[in-house]
C-alpha cells in the first residue's frame, strides 16, 4: 500500500536495528540533492556515510558513553548539542519531507488512515496512518500548535464537540471506522476514555466522581459501584490516601491526588483505550512521577496514548512515539529507536532541542 522509506545505516555505536516493515505515507522523498550533517554523521537522503565529528568539538556519538535509557540519552544530548538552532523553512522541509511510518508488530487497538481533518478551511492533520499497538503506550511529541490534540481527539472523536470540523479518511477500532454515521458516540467514549491536561474533577465527592460513569450507564447495583470505586481508586494509588474520606469533595484533593482520581474515574468505566492529553503538565515531580508509575502499569490491561511536551517523560513510558509537526506524522516507530536514532533529520533536530 505503502512505498517502504529507505533506512540508513549508522556508523556510530549506535547501531540502527532493521526496520524492514516500514512504510512511509508521504508522496515526496526525502532530500538526497544535498548532504547534511546529524550527531551521529552525514546523512545523504536517509543514507548515512560517515560520522563527521560536530565543528565545535562537542562529543560525539562514538566519543561519548553508552545511554543507559533513550531518557538519560536525551537528557545528555539537550546538554552537551552545542550546535546552533535551526532556522526551518517549512515550506522547502515540507517539498521534501517523506513520513516515516513503522509498521507495528503488536496487535493494532486503532488504525488510522489517511487522517486529514481541517478546522473551517484550515487544515490541521494532513494524511496521517499509524496504528497504535494495544496494551502499549503511544506517545505523540512535537512543538506547539503541530496537532497532536486534535490527533489525540479524533481517536474518540472528541472533536465533534468543536463547531466546523471535518475528517476525511478512516480510525478503526476493531475494523469499524468510529466516524461511521452508526457508531454510538456515547459508547465509543466509554471504550475510548480519556484524562484530559488540567484535571477536571467533578464539583462532587471523591467516590461519585469515580461512580460517575457506571451510575450513568445504569444497571450496576450499589454494592458493584462501591468495590468498581475502591478497585479503581485501588488500581491509581489514591485508596490508602483518601478511604476514610471518599465523602469529601474531590475538589480538596491536590492536584496530583486530582490527576490521578480522574485516571480513576477513567478507568471505573473499563475503558479498552485511555487517550491522555499532557497529564502531567501541572504536576511537581513527584506527582509526575507516581502518574508516569501509574501508567506503567495501567498498560498491562489498556492501551494508552499520551499527549506530551516532556521529551524525557515519552522516552520514560512509552513504548511508540510518534513525532509530530505541522498537522504531519513525521516519524513514527520505537521509542527507544526513535530517541537513541531517529531516522528523519527533522526528528533529530527537535529532539536535540534545535527547533520548537
Ligand atoms: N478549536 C479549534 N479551532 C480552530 N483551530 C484549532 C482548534 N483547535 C486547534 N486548532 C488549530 O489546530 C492546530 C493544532 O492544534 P493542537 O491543539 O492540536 O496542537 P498541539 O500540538 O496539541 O499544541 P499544544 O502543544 O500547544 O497543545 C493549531 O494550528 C491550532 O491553532
Ligand atoms: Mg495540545
Same mark, same amino acid.
Given at each position: ?10 556508523? =556510530? +555505536?549506535?547501531?540502527?536495528? &532493521?526496520?524492514?516493515? $516500514?512504510?512511509?505515507?508521504? /508522496?515526496?522523498?526525502?532530500?538526497? !540533492? *544535498? ?5 551521529? =554523521? +552525514?546523512?545523504?537522503?536517509? &543514507?548515512?556515510?560517515? $560520522?563527521?565529528?560536530?565543528? /565545535?568539538?562537542?562529543?560525539?556519538? !562514538? *566519543? ?293
Amino acid at each position: 500500500m505503502h512505498e517502504a522509506t529507505k533506512t540508513g545505516r549508522n556508523k =556510530g +555505536t549506535h547501531e540502527r536495528p &532493521e526496520t524492514s516493515n $516500514v512504510r512511509g505515507t508521504g /508522496d515526496v522523498g526525502i532530500d538526497v !540533492s *544535498s548532504p547534511r550533517h546529524t550527531a551521529v =554523521g +552525514t546523512v545523504i537522503g536517509n &543514507e548515512e556515510i560517515q $560520522v563527521s565529528p560536530p565543528n /565545535d568539538g562537542s562529543p560525539t556519538e !562514538s *566519543s561519548s558513553p553508552a545511554s543507559a535509557s533513550p531518557a538519560t540519552d536525551i537528557a545528555r544530548r539537550l546538554t552537551t548539542d552545542r550546535r546552533p538552532r535551526t532556522q526551518l523553512d517549512p515550506a522547502e522541509v515540507l517539498r521534501t519531507l517523506k513520513p516515516y511510518i513503522t509498521e507495528i508488530k503488536e496487535p493494532a487497538a486503532m488504525a488510522v488512515r489517511d487522517l486529514d481533518l481541517f478546522y473551517g478551511t484550515s487544515q490541521a492533520l494532513w494524511n496521517i496512518s499509524l496504528d497504535i499497538p494495544a496494551k502499549k503506550v503511544t506517545a505523540f511529541i512535537g512543538p506547539s500548535g503541530c496537532g497532536k490534540s486534535t490527533l489525540l481527539r479524533s481517536l474518540n472523536r472528541m472533536n465533534d464537540l468543536i463547531d466546523d470540523v471535518r475528517i476525511t479518511g478512516t480510525i478503526e477500532l476493531e475494523g469499524k471506522n468510529i466516524n461511521d454515521r452508526d457508531v454510538d458516540v456515547n459508547m465509543l467514549r466509554r471504550r475510548v476514555g480519556m484524562v484530559f491536561q488540567k484535571s477536571n474533577p467533578f464539583p462532587k465527592s471523591i467516590f461519585e466522581n469515580v461512580a460517575y460513569g457506571q451510575r450513568i450507564a445504569g444497571g450496576t447495583s450499589n454494592d458493584e459501584i462501591r468495590q468498581i470505586v475502591e478497585d479503581s481508586l485501588q488500581r491509581v494509588g489514591l485508596w490508602s490516601e483518601v478511604w476514610n474520606r471518599l465523602d469529601s469533595s474531590a475538589l480538596d484533593l491536590s492536584g496530583g491526588q486530582q490527576q490521578r482520581l480522574c485516571i480513576a474515574r477513567a478507568i471505573a468505566i473499563s475503558p479498552e483505550i485511555i487517550l491522555m492529553d499532557e497529564p502531567c503538565s501541572a504536576l511537581d515531580p513527584i506527582a509526575t512521577a507516581k502518574v508516569e508509575e501509574l501508567i506503567e502499569e495501567l498498560k498491562h490491561d489498556y492501551t494508552i496514548v499520551i499527549v506530551t511536551h516532556n521529551m524525557q517523560q515519552a522516552a520514560r513510558v512509552s513504548d511508540y512515539t510518534a513525532f509530530m509537526w505541522l498537522g504531519r506524522v513525521v516519524e513514527y516507530t520505537r521509542t527507544d529507536q526513535l530517541f537513541t536514532n531517529p531516522i528523519q533529520p527533522l526528528t533529530e533536530d527537535y529532539i536535540t532541542g534545535r527547533f520548537g
